[in-house]
């Protein structure tokens, strides 16, 4: 059963990322991981191939400020985070892939937040 729900996550995301290559124009993607404790986002250029910026609430700045038991809170805060640090590596404008998660609870946190601190997608 665990199999065949990985398979189905796996479809999903990869229809969420040919929908993302379609409309991108170019623009780096904000890409969400989601653990049962844990988040992290990244922004990645596909075309180079490589992460322009990266935040995770692992992350001991983060870490320090988030009570274990806030999942939301910490996920907006790693959405601050990025957002500061795509901006601080020159990246005002991404395409936001969530994989395949649904755009809810930590994942909608992390999006909003980012927005907040000044991404726009």
Request: net charge positive; no cysteine.
């Amino acid at each position: 059963m665990a199999a065949l729900e990985h398979i189905k996550k796996q479809n999903r995301a990869k229809r969420t990322r040919g929908k993302i290559a379609r409309v991108s124009g170019g623009r780096p993607r904000l890409s969400v991981f989601r653990s049962s404790k844990n988040i992290s986002a990244q922004i990645i250029d596909d075309r180079q191939g490589k992460t322009l910026a990266f935040a995770s609430s692992l992350d001991e700045a983060l870490r320090k400020e988030v009570n274990d038991d806030a999942k939301k809170e910490a996920a907006a805060k790693v959405g601050k985070a990025i957002a500061e640090r795509a901006i601080a590596a020159g990246v005002k404008d991404v395409v936001f892939d969530r994989g395949g998660y649904m755009y809810h609870g930590r994942v909608r946190a992390l999006a909003e937040a980012a927005r907040e601190a000044g991404l726009n997608f």
